[in-house]
């Protein structure tokens, strides 16, 4: 009876997490030193499958409850059409995705390439292994897919930007607007290893996929969307680049992040062919 009512107990305490299909965590990162909230979106889990893995990054000032009721409202039942767990991680409202040189207690960076990779591996029913790995974003969140993508190539096999923020030499008083200074410091100052386009010589040896897209009316971001796109080509880096109507609202990225999922789909499975 002790033996059937522990197994009873154990089920009972695994039931709410893989029952559910928006789960709340707090994750705690020892680089920073405290707990990070992260809503994980699950299928239906089938007891001895793996599923694959994206890993979405909300932009400047939003957050990861935003992310799945707003931004991309649908994204339950895409994780079940696309037999995918979501990874939505609140990288605070102007972390930028960085290892911060200047505050200690931002570096999102490292939390979401190796210490929340590691998490979710050891936690969830995910493929073990980048082919199944993916990492998208949209403005500042398509900068830190990029970053984040590129840096952890090893974690990371496709790497999605939507109306990206890829070019801080282009911000001018927006790099103080969009707190890109309480991260990064002075743009004066600015280690240039932060630059989108210092990523493109690991990109052309990373084995990695990138799909990217920015609105035409989007003033923001179309131009370096544009630049860095044509960056891409020069260096002869395989990535998908596209554009259509939108601005830089959600009405846009809601959009183009429910085209980049589907195309991240084929692409995971095509890997498996």
Request: negative net charge; contains cysteine; hydrophobic residues 40%.
């Given at each position: 009876?002790?033996k059937?009512?522990m197994?009873?107990f154990?089920?009972?305490?695994?039931?709410?997490?893989?029952?559910?299909h928006?789960?709340?965590?707090?994750?705690?990162s020892?680089?920073?030193?405290?707990?990070?909230?992260?809503?994980?979106?699950?299928p239906?889990?089938?007891?001895?499958?793996s599923?694959?893995?994206?890993?979405?990054?909300?932009?400047y000032?939003?957050n990861?409850?935003?992310?799945?009721?707003?931004?991309?409202?649908?994204l339950?039942?895409?994780s079940?059409?696309?037999q995918t767990?979501?990874?939505?991680?609140?990288?605070?409202?102007?972390?930028?995705y960085?290892?911060?040189?200047?505050?200690i207690?931002?570096?999102?960076?490292?939390?979401?390439?190796?210490?929340?990779?590691?998490?979710?591996?050891?936690?969830?029913?995910?493929?073990?292994?980048?082919?199944?790995?993916?990492?998208?974003?949209?403005?500042?969140?398509?900068?830190?897919?990029?970053?984040?993508?590129?840096?952890?190539?090893?974690?990371?096999s496709?790497?999605?930007?939507?109306?990206?923020?890829?070019?801080?030499t282009?911000?001018?008083?927006?790099?103080h607007?969009y707190?890109?200074?309480?991260?990064?410091?002075?743009?004066?100052?600015?280690?240039?290893?932060?630059l989108?386009?210092?990523k493109?010589?690991?990109?052309?040896?990373?084995?990695?996929?990138?799909i990217?897209?920015?609105?035409?009316?989007?003033?923001?971001?179309?131009?370096?969307?544009?630049?860095?796109?044509?960056?891409l080509?020069k260096?002869?880096?395989?990535?998908?680049?596209?554009?259509?109507n939108?601005?830089h609202?959600t009405a846009?990225w809601?959009?183009?992040l429910?085209?980049?999922?589907a195309?991240?789909?084929?692409?995971?499975y095509?890997e498996?062919?």
């Open positions: 009876m002790k059937i009512a197994m009873c154990i089920f009972t305490l695994i039931l709410p997490v893989f029952g559910q928006i789960v709340h965590e707090h994750v705690y020892a680089k920073m030193n405290k707990k990070i909230p992260v809503v994980i979106i699950t239906d889990i089938l007891a001895g499958k599923y694959k893995s994206v890993y979405i990054l909300h932009g000032s939003g990861s409850e935003r992310t799945h009721q707003q931004d991309i409202p649908d339950v039942a895409k079940e059409l696309y767990i979501f990874i939505l991680p609140d990288a605070n409202f102007n972390s930028w960085v290892d911060s040189p200047i505050d207690g931002s570096q999102y960076q490292t939390f979401i390439g190796d210490e929340l990779v590691n998490y979710v591996d050891a936690h969830y029913p995910v493929f073990a292994h980048r082919e199944s790995r993916g990492i998208l974003g949209w403005s500042m969140g398509g900068y830190g897919a990029m970053n984040i993508g590129v840096t952890y190539s090893k974690s990371f496709l790497v999605g930007s939507s109306c990206g923020a890829l070019d801080f282009r911000f001018g008083e927006a790099y607007g707190q890109v200074d309480q991260v990064l410091g002075q743009y004066e100052q600015l280690d240039r290893a932060f989108t386009s210092s493109i010589a690991k990109m052309q040896t990373a084995d990695q996929f990138y990217l897209d920015c609105g035409i009316q989007d003033e923001q971001m179309i131009g370096m969307n544009r630049d860095f796109h044509d960056q080509i260096a002869n880096v395989d990535h998908i680049y596209q554009e259509s939108g601005r609202d846009y809601s959009r183009s429910s085209n980049q999922l195309l991240f789909n084929n692409y995971f095509y498996k062919l």
